[in-house]
């Protein structure tokens, strides 16, 4: 049942802060931007995406904090610290890392990009040809959607969109109407590109990009006829994009988010980007408007939004610059055309993604929507984005008179759109909609078939740690399992009735499922390793997930590392356990694996007096995933697909001393470095180990 508000059993020093972690996270993101081993235009990526990873930082985790000193809320986090201390280290952090993150830009990526014959022209450097061609681009396709809007009594601010391309003019003079303003904002469109390439015969080298911000700034003086520009600067707000839908209220779910989501453009400000050269009476201004602190206030030395970056190596073709092709293996007994239902018949059927294709899995789908044997087929949809082959598969078996039903998460966080969306499609056709359990986000993943076989109906599932999303499969590394075995689908079917239906929860024979049992089962496997080992036997724990916070698990590793338990932990990003502390965590090592793939399966293994138990898993070993959210856990019983993932999800990354951080007692992660070991580096060994030709 739902845990009651937890509290550590250990003294707050012995925690770790979470958002002080997701910041040291983005720091491991950053220097691999600055790893001169990495290929030029990948390290321009990564660049990219600790921008991206920081913006989402910004509209919920710092948002939240606003809200609690709003609010004077006296609630201490388990590390015992106020909403306005963590703020404080945070917003120091931010922009360290921020300045940091555009010098290396500035001084080390464009020079090393130019090199190699990709530049971003600034305007002091274009010649007259280069000008003009890109005065005729201004006026044909900027112009016409440009909205200069004069600040006076008769216009107001206007309302800005969350992170969208602003600029703060400051003008001299009258208008048309003899009107004297001293100040206009301009919004880029999100239309409008905002790094734009040069044919190359004017670029003078082979990619030449301007960034729109560059052009708005020069030309900006023709969309103000007859006054004078004194300057012109870029601007960026980040708002609070976390929604608020009081769930006890709500009679309809998705008619009420349909009514929140325009809001989420328009919340409470939390950030203000500005560039370097904003004055000091301007960036006052906008702090004013966007009743912002100093403290709020981000100056870059460069573009506000360094996301917009992120498609530049895809439209440079230069793959010695890049990570090398890869193509994902394929297991014989599910590839395209096979039967594949015969083959999970069979055996067990494990796929572990990147590093093999989630083609399977689509194709699984597939057969089944236009097998006439199946004839039902249950779904849970989190995230699958807004072109998805596999809802196409669910709506053409509904269309085949198959009984579809799709457990539609509405409440995930940046893709309730899409999920609104082929909620709408899907019940069009006839398919079961419902949207899981009010108060409870459904984060788990499952497929389960039925299908008409002799001797009876016969069920299919498939489980895994990942989204149903065939382009994040590409770049997360997760695992998932096929299989007809009749007590694991028969928990599968029992999780779907609770979704669908009404009643009791059931006792479930191998399934560990959120919020019921999968929290007291991953204690209680902790505290079996403990007891092992205080009575004189090995204890062995390696556990690999996004993320560490709840306080009753860390507790209990704690104990069992009192106890003598060895316990490896993998944890991608935050962590809020102490190793390595004497006579608390003597026995407990914590890494990080940063690479061209985002970490992502969940793996739990406890060496349970040599029988060596491991389940595969949807949560994090956090509060919101164990108490908050329908979760699920899945044992691998077939000892070669236990061995299969005992190897390549744990024992590979133990062993990775390349891409490898460890943290130490304060929190702190150093890179891993063997030099006299043999170099291991866990992605790129699987990637050989699993991939095609």
Request: net charge positive.
């Amino acid at each position: 049942m739902p845990h009651p508000q937890l509290k550590p059993r250990f003294l707050t020093e012995n925690y770790l802060n979470r958002e002080l972690g997701l910041l040291a996270f983005n720091r491991r993101v950053l220097a691999q931007a600055e790893d001169e081993r990495m290929p030029l235009l990948e390290r321009l990526r990564f660049l990219c995406i600790v921008s991206s990873n920081l913006d989402e930082f910004f509209e919920i985790r710092v948002s939240g904090l606003k809200e609690q000193i709003r609010a004077k809320s006296p609630v201490v986090t388990t590390d015992g610290r106020t909403a306005q201390e963590i703020f404080r280290l945070v917003s120091a952090e931010a922009h360290a890392m921020v300045a940091e993150q555009y010098q290396h830009l500035n001084e080390v990526i464009l020079p090393a990009l130019a090199e190699q014959g990709i530049r971003f022209l600034r305007r002091s450097s274009w010649n007259e040809a280069q000008r003009e061609w890109i005065r005729n681009y201004f006026i044909r396709e900027m112009v016409p959607v440009l909205t200069p809007i004069g600040l006076d009594p008769s216009h107001p601010f206007p309302r800005v969109l969350n992170k969208s391309l602003n600029f703060a003019v400051e003008l001299e003079g009258k208008d048309a109407f003899g009107r004297s303003s001293n100040a206009a904002i301009v919004q880029a469109p999100r239309v409008l590109p905002r790094v734009i390439r040069l044919p190359e015969e004017l670029a003078g080298c082979e990619y030449g990009f301007v960034f729109l911000s560059s052009i708005l700034h020069e030309f900006v003086g023709e969309l103000f006829t007859g006054m004078t520009v004194l300057g012109c600067y870029q601007f960026r707000a980040t708002r609070n994009s976390d929604l608020f839908v009081d769930e006890e209220e709500v009679t309809n779910l998705r008619t009420k988010l349909q009514g929140e989501l325009p809001q989420r453009h328009f919340g409470a400000a939390v950030r203000l980007e500005v560039a370097n050269n904003c004055s000091e009476a301007m960036t006052d201004f906008l702090l004013a408007q966007f009743d912002l602190k100093p403290a709020d206030l981000y100056r870059v030395n460069g573009p506000v939004n360094l996301v917009r970056l992120m498609q530049v190596p895809d439209w440079v073709d230069r793959p010695d610059m890049k990570f090398r092709s890869f193509v994902p293996g394929i297991p014989k007994g599910v590839a395209k055309g096979a039967n594949i239902f015969a083959s999970i018949r069979q055996n067990d059927i494990l796929l572990h993604h990147p590093y093999q294709s989630f083609a399977p899995v689509i194709e699984l789908l597939s057969q089944a929507a236009l097998d006439p044997q199946v004839v039902a087929i249950k779904m849970t949809v989190y995230r699958t984005g807004t072109d998805s082959v596999l809802m196409e598969s669910l709506i053409r078996a509904a269309q085949n008179g198959k009984e579809v039903t799709v457990v539609v998460e509405l409440m995930a966080r940046f893709d309730e759109e899409a999920n609104i969306g082929w909620a709408t499609k899907l019940e069009q056709v006839g398919a079961h909609v419902v949207y899981g359990v009010v108060g409870y986000k459904t984060h788990a993943k499952a497929l389960l078939i039925v299908r008409r076989e002799e001797g009876g109906l016969k069920r299919y599932a498939h489980l895994g740690t990942g989204n149903y999303h065939p382009r994040t499969a590409r770049l997360y590394t997760d695992f998932g399992l096929m299989t007809a075995n009749d007590e694991i689908t028969n928990d599968v079917s029992e999780v779907f009735k609770q979704l669908t239906g009404l009643g009791k929860a059931r006792t479930l024979k191998h399934l560990w499922q959120a919020p019921f049992t999968l929290q007291q089962n991953v204690v209680a496997g902790i505290q079996a390793e403990a007891e092992t080992a205080r009575a004189g036997g090995k204890g062995r724990i390696v556990a690999k997930m996004n993320s560490l916070l709840e306080p009753e698990v860390i507790d209990a590793l704690y104990q069992a590392s009192q106890a003598g338990v060895e316990i490896d932990l993998i944890v991608r990003g935050v962590c809020a356990l102490r190793p390595g502390v004497k006579g608390l965590s003597d026995n407990i090592r914590v890494r990080s694996i940063i690479g061209r793939f985002l970490e992502h399966h969940r793996i739990f293994y406890f060496l349970a007096g040599g029988k060596e138990t491991v389940y595969l898993s949807s949560a994090d070993w956090m509060e919101r995933n164990f108490f908050k959210r329908i979760e699920l856990a899945f044992p691998i019983l077939d000892p070669k697909l236990k061995r299969r993932v005992i190897t390549e999800g744990l024992k590979f990354y133990l062993a990775d001393n390349q891409q490898g951080w460890e943290m130490n007692s304060q929190g702190v992660y150093q890179r891993r470095r063997s030099p006299r070991s043999k170099p291991h580096n866990a992605q790129g060994e699987l990637m050989v180990t699993l991939g095609g030709v």
